[in-house]
Nanobody, 123 residues
Framework: VQLQASGGGLVQVGGSLRLSCVAT????????MNWYRQDTGNQRELVAG???????KYAESVKGRFSISRDTAKNKVYLQMNSLKLEDTAIYYC??????????????????WGQGTLVTVSS
């Protein structure tokens, strides 16, 4: 399963961006989908997550400003980011907890990561 993230860019403080991520591949299903971020010198942190059933979770630092959603039929996940702050500057990665089925139909559980998309918030 491959993940392709998009939507990053340069935005001023207080602005908004919407990140998108799509999963592609053969014979797979996806459970949870998440967005992580990592800036220079820090560990990758979970920003938001959404289950297959639509339950969501957020890091305290983004609650009330970010919103995660998904289109399960299209294997897409989105992150709407509003009221952006300087400290939101980071590379954002989408991640999917997935099950792949090989030619023998044996399910293989794993995680797939997107390539990252850079979000830069300027003053």
């Amino acid at each position: 399963v491959q993940l392709q993230a998009s939507g990053g860019g340069l935005v001023q403080v207080g602005g908004s961006l919407r990140l998108s991520c799509v999963a592609t591949g053969d014979r797979f299903s996806i459970n949870d989908m998440n967005w992580y971020r990592q800036d220079t010198g820090n560990q990758r942190e979970l920003v938001a997550g959404i289950t297959k059933g639509g339950s969501t979770k957020y890091a305290e630092s983004v609650k009330g400003r970010f919103s995660i959603s998904r289109d399960t039929a299209k294997n897409k996940v989105y992150l709407q980011m509003n009221s952006l702050k300087l400290e939101d500057t980071a590379i954002y990665y989408c991640e999917a907890d997935r099950i792949e089925y090989g030619s023998d139909d044996v399910p293989v559980v794993g995680r797939s990561w997107g390539q990252g998309t850079l979000v830069t918030v300027s003053s």
